[in-house]
Structure formats: structure tokens, C-alpha cells
């Protein structure tokens, strides 16, 4: 082999060894290189760690910060939630204390009121009892007054009406002039109640006479009876007794029959004797 080609050969062994060399290099060059990008990648996350750490602190302080802010909040809003409860209170108790004092006003007025009227009461019992006492000691004095000044025996019968029963028989003008002495009137019937209580009190004397009534026709027109007051007694009426009568040529005069089955008034000539019943115009009499 020449000189020139083994200087050829050694020249083309030493440029692949060269190559080689150069891959190797780039080879490792690029395993730094990503060993670097992978350090930058963990450096980063390291530092994003501490970013996160940095931010929760500061999160941390901020809570921190806003939880003392709202404990003094809480604590401002817990002494104005007082102070509103005592201004509320005050304003309670004092239209509390203004009702209460109109109801004390209230309960005086009521107490005058009910005492007024408790006076009232005791006022009113007391005329009561006094106009009581004086009627019945003026009905006493009445009473005494007509014994005394008619001498006669006065009975109430269940009608509330006064009447004196005479067992002395006289004529009706005598009767009726007998009973106006005595302050009273011939007894005058208005109803058939007064009819039978007046017959059956008659009848319970055991009188033998009939009864002399107010009701007549003297000075007047045959046939037209009037009471002692001038109220007129029909002929239709039902306290009549159902007889036959023709017309009368004298006055008659009506009396109330004690005998008989019934008790009807009826006609009579008033020139017969027969009792007298009078009746006052004072109840109590």
C-alpha cells in the first residue's frame, strides 16, 4: 500500500470517529437539554407551589382580616341590636305607663260612676219605701177616716172594687141619697164578672131583699137606663135577665136579684123597699 492511500484511509477512519463523536455530543447535549426543560417544568410546579402557598396565606390573612372585621361588625351589631331593644322598651313602657294611667283614670270615673249610681239606687229604694210607707198610712188614715166618718162595714172584693152591702131596706131614691151621704154611689155593673161576684157575695150574706143598683130610667125616656155616670145600660145587653116584659107606664129602676139559679139584673118600680149596695170610688177604702 502507498503512502497516499494509508494517509487516505487513516484520514477517512478519524472523519467517521469524528461523527461518531459529534452524535454523542448532540446526543447528549439534547439529554441535557431535556434534563433542563424537565428542571424548568419542576422548578415551575415548585414555583406554583409556592405561588399557592403565597395566595393561601394571603387568603389566610384576608380571612383572618375579614373575621376580626366581621367579629367587630357582629359585636357593633349586637350593642345597636341593644341599644334598639332599650330605645323599643323605653317606647313600650312608656305608652304602657300612659295607659295605665288612663286606666286609673278609668277606674276613678267608674267609681264615681258606680258609686253615683249606687247612690241613685239607695235614693230611689228610699222614696220607694217612702211613698210605700205613705200610702199605706194614708190608705190607713183613708180607711180610718171612712169608719170613722161613715160608720159602715166596707168590703174589697176580688173585682178590686169597695163596696157596703145595707141590709136596711128603703126605696131607690132613699137608697141612692144613703150611699151619696156616705161619700159613694149605688153600685154600678159593668161586666158579668162584676155580676156574679156581687151576686155570689150577696147570696153568701143570706140577704132576703134584692139588691138596689144605680142604673135607672128616671127623668128620662121609659127604657133608657143609664148608670150613675150616665153611661147607658142596653136593653140588648147580656146582664138582663131573659124575660118577657111589656112597657112600663111608671120609671123603673134596676136592682140585682140575690135569689134564683143565676144573677141577672132586672127592672123594678122604684118605689120598692129593697137593700142598698153601694159602691166607693176608692179602692182602698
Same mark, same amino acid.
Given at each position: 500500500? &502507498?503512502?497516499? !492511500? ?17 452524535? !454523542?455530543?448532540?446526543?447528549? /447535549? ?53 341599644? &334598639? ?8 313602657? *312608656? ?12 277606674? +276613678?270615673?267608674?267609681? /264615681? ?26 190608705? $190607713?188614715?183613708?180607711? &180610718? ?5 161613715? $160608720?159602715?162595714?166596707? *168590703? ?9 152591702? =145595707?141590709?136596711? +131596706? ?48 128616671? $127623668? ?13 145600660? @142596653? ?11 111589656? @112597657?112600663?107606664?111608671?120609671? =123603673?129602676?134596676?136592682?140585682? @136579684? ?8 132586672? $127592672? ?11 159602691? &166607693? @170610688?176608692? *179602692?182602698?177604702?
Amino acid at each position: 500500500m &502507498s503512502e497516499v !492511500e494509508g494517509l487516505n484511509k487513516t484520514f477517512g477512519e478519524t472523519t467517521e470517529e469524528c461523527k461518531m463523536l459529534r452524535n !454523542e455530543c448532540q446526543e447528549s /447535549i439534547n439529554n441535557h437539554h431535556q434534563v433542563l426543560q424537565a428542571m424548568q417544568s419542576r422548578l415551575e410546579k415548585l414555583e406554583g407551589v409556592t405561588n399557592e402557598d403565597d395566595k393561601i396565606a394571603t387568603l389566610e390573612t384576608k380571612v383572618n382580616s375579614f373575621s376580626q372585621v366581621l367579629g367587630l361588625e357582629s359585636k357593633q351589631c349586637r350593642v345597636d341590636f341593644q341599644e &334598639s331593644m332599650k330605645r323599643v322598651e323605653k317606647k313600650i313602657n *312608656t305608652r304602657l305607663d300612659v295607659v295605665q294611667t288612663k286606666l286609673e283614670h278609668l277606674e +276613678a270615673e267608674n267609681d /264615681i260612676v258606680e258609686q253615683y249610681h249606687l247612690n241613685q239606687v239607695e235614693i230611689h229604694s228610699k222614696m220607694i219605701e217612702a211613698y210605700n210607707k205613705g200610702r199605706k198610712a194614708k190608705r $190607713g188614715a183613708q180607711k &180610718s177616716e171612712c169608719a170613722r166618718n161613715n $160608720g159602715l162595714m166596707l *168590703t174589697v172584693l176580688e173585682n178590686g172594687k169597695t163596696y157596703h152591702f =145595707s141590709n136596711i +131596706a128603703r126605696d131607690w131614691s132613699d137608697a141612692k141619697e144613703f150611699c151619696e151621704s156616705h161619700e159613694m154611689h149605688l153600685a154600678s155593673i159593668r161586666t158579668e164578672q162584676d155580676l156574679q161576684v156581687l151576686g155570689a157575695t150577696a147570696r153568701g150574706m143570706d140577704l132576703d131583699r134584692n139588691l138596689w143598683l144605680s142604673a135607672s130610667d128616671v $127623668g128620662r125616656a121609659l127604657g133608657d137606663f143609664q148608670w150613675h155616670d150616665g153611661q147607658v145600660l @142596653p136593653r140588648e145587653s147580656e146582664l138582663w135577665e131573659k124575660v118577657a116584659q111589656g @112597657p112600663n107606664s111608671f120609671s =123603673s129602676c134596676v136592682a140585682l @136579684p140575690v135569689k134564683g139559679i143565676s144573677f141577672k139584673l132586672s $127592672g123594678h118600680n122604684c118605689k120598692d123597699k129593697k137593700y142598698v149596695l153601694c159602691e &166607693s @170610688p176608692v *179602692t182602698y177604702c
